[in-house]
């Protein structure tokens, strides 16, 4: 089935640091990636997407691109803030899941000023 | 518009005991789910329905009812809690059924079972 792994955290880093988070997965198919955020105490919310190979999905300073030949989606920023301390997961919706979506189990990031 | 909403925000309940967690969605969504969040496992979906009327299982179903009876509302049900579904749930709710789309959330219910 499909499955998607993400990098061990906690990830702990200084403000203006760059950050890259690993997401790798399986999938028959072609898949949607999705990143989506948690900050403390809410609920999840969508950081950005790609929905085929080759496409860069960015938002907020975040961009991944969709990897298909290494199966990858891995997240990066250029300078992190403080604002960015949450828990990201990556998560994949299969060709014909229905929407469903396979989540990594995520990592939490804490920027320290 | 509200987006997803679910309540309660928190919930302590005994072992055998049933409780409903709300979910309702005024973005006319045709799918929605519920996932339960639990450490160092992502989140892992419990039930997820089409369309008012239908409702099929996800990865983690058992203990869990779903009922849709109108497209704005999808409670999930507890009918004898266990410390095993001591969790954090989610409701999410997407326009159609495509996997391209986004998926939106709400704001979740914690809930811990004595």
């Known amino acids: 089935g499909d499955s998607v792994t993400q990098m061990e955290g906690p990830v702990t880093l200084s403000e203006e640091a760059f950050l890259t988070i690993n997401c790798t997965y399986t999938a028959t198919g072609y898949p949607s990636l999705f990143w989506y955020v948690q900050y403390p105490g809410e609920g999840l919310q969508l950081l950005l997407k790609?929905?085929?190979?080759?496409d860069k999905g960015s938002n907020k300073g975040f961009e991944a691109t969709y990897r298909k030949e290494t199966t990858s989606f891995h997240l990066e920023k250029g300078s992190v803030q403080v604002s960015d301390s949450a828990v990201y997961f990556c998560?994949?919706?299969?060709?014909?899941?229905?929407?469903?979506?396979?989540f990594g189990q995520g990592t939490i990031l804490t920027v320290h000023p | 518009n509200a987006g997803v909403t679910q309540t309660p925000k928190f919930q302590v309940l005994k072992t055998g005991q049933s409780m409903t967690l709300q979910c309702a969605q005024d973005?006319?969504?045709?799918?929605m789910s519920w996932y339960r969040q639990d450490p160092g496992m992502g989140l892992r979906l419990i039930h997820y329905s089409v369309g008012a009327g239908i409702t099929d299982q996800g990865e983690v179903p058992n203990g869990y009812n779903v009922s849709r009876s109108t497209t704005e509302d999808f409670p999930l049900r507890l009918l004898s809690a266990a410390p095993s579904q001591t969790s954090v749930y989610f409701c999410a709710s997407t326009p159609t059924l495509t996997s391209t789309d986004t998926q939106y959330f709400g704001p979740g219910t914690r809930l811990t079972v004595l």
């Open positions: 998560a994949l919706a299969g060709g014909t899941s229905y929407g469903k979506l396979t």
């Open positions: 973005m006319n969504h045709e799918y």
């Open positions: 790609a929905t085929k190979a080759d």
